[in-house]
């Protein structure tokens, strides 16, 4: 069971959580505000619900409550979710009110951010992982973890200059994996990526230089970490020299690069066509 409450009065503050989702300056999932993780979506809610962020509230219309509930229980019910964590349903107009625009898949979830992962603990039993530089773009940051729970990588770890992986557009694009996939911060960067190599990592670059090997010939430990850098700068010198190995994806004559969510899911995909 779930505990509905109906609100039609969209200036109720039960439902501050989720005021002004467009607002730049009041988004409760600015991390030095609330800090509050909003999941969109039936889909996305339901992975909010099997992930270590712990639902605090939903918003949504009768309709989306009904299909969530089914979901639900066709998952085995709604297990772990405090007594307490409530719904507040109401119509449509009413929503698009309180978050600022009109949602068509007409449900939210909020969570409350929980500890950071350590990079030893999300890499302890860890064989392939993702490691990115400079990638601001959150739709580029909610593919490349859609792409990576796609794959199997293991964990995705975040360097210097990277976007917050838990903004409201990373997690909506990502449809939740996000929250599932475990991610780190390497604080010391690119110091940190010797505790990878430390662990039997072999760090692999991905870079469009021509002189780089074939991405196919180059992923040979049996423990591999991919670098990928921000779009038209790519990866820094000092992070490519901390690597061992420089790697390209063979492109066609006129084309030297890919978008950094599609080359990442054809680096993953290389992964795990190579028999390990």
């Not at 507040?88 to 500890?115: C, I, K, Q, S, W």
Request: glycine fraction near 10%.
């Amino acid at each position: 069971m779930v505990h509905v409450i109906d609100i039609d009065d969209p200036a109720d503050p039960r439902l501050d959580d989720f005021r002004d989702l467009n607002s730049s300056d009041r988004r409760p999932d600015l991390p030095g505000g609330k800090g509050l993780v909003v999941a969109e979506g039936g889909l996305v809610v339901q992975r909010m619900l099997d992930s270590r962020f712990p639902l605090h509230a939903m918003l949504g219309v009768d309709r989306r409550l009904g299909e969530l509930a089914d979901a639900v229980c066709d998952n085995g019910g709604w297990a772990g979710l405090s007594p307490e964590v409530p719904f507040y349903r109401t119509d449509a107009d009413t929503m698009a009110e309180v978050v600022g625009f009109h949602l068509n898949r007409g449900v939210f979830g909020v969570a409350y951010r929980p500890r950071p992962l350590d990079v030893v603990e999300v890499i302890e039993k860890a064989t392939t992982v993702a490691v990115l530089e400079g990638i601001n773009d959150h739709e580029n940051i909610g593919s490349m973890f859609r792409n990576a729970a796609g794959f199997g990588v293991d964990a995705v770890l975040f360097g210097k200059g990277c976007a917050d992986p838990l903004y409201r557009r990373a997690v909506r694009v990502s449809m939740g994996h996000v929250l599932r996939v475990p991610f780190a911060h390497l604080d010391d960067w690119p110091y940190d990526l010797d505790t990878l190599r430390d662990r039997g990592f072999q760090l692999i670059s991905l870079t469009p230089n021509p002189q780089a090997v074939p991405l196919a010939e180059a992923m040979t430990g049996e423990k591999v970490a991919l670098l990928l850098g921000a779009e038209g700068p790519g990866l820094t010198e000092s992070a490519m020299r901390a690597t061992d190995v420089r790697a390209r994806i063979p492109m066609a004559t006129g084309t030297d690069s890919l978008n950094v969510a599609t080359a990442a899911a054809m680096a993953f995909y290389e992964r795990v066509r190579i028999p390990r």
